[in-house]
């Protein structure tokens, strides 16, 4: 089990990007949560197996049909344990 932070960059605001990743996250399993940030990105946190975040990394180098998506980077985390993955309307 391990905890990922991943941060898009593009034409991911818009186009569906965090429900497109809440679904492929819940057909992996993966747990965590999106949101879209002000400055146009969208920062993920996931967490579950190697197998299941590297198929979810590939989805977030793609993204939805209408994505533009032009970096991803990513950096371990610490495990938050989460429940199941969200789409965050707002940030708090």
Known sequence: MKHLNI???GKVQGVYYRLTCK???D???VKGFALNRPDGSVYVEAEGDDFSLESLLEFCKE???RAEVTSVKTEEGPLQ???NFEVIKKIK
């Open 7 to 9: 941060e898009i960059f």
């Open 81 to 83: 344990h989460f429940k």
């Open 23 to 25: 679904s492929v996250a």
């Open 27 to 29: 057909q992996l399993g």
């Open 63 to 65: 993204g939805p049909e």
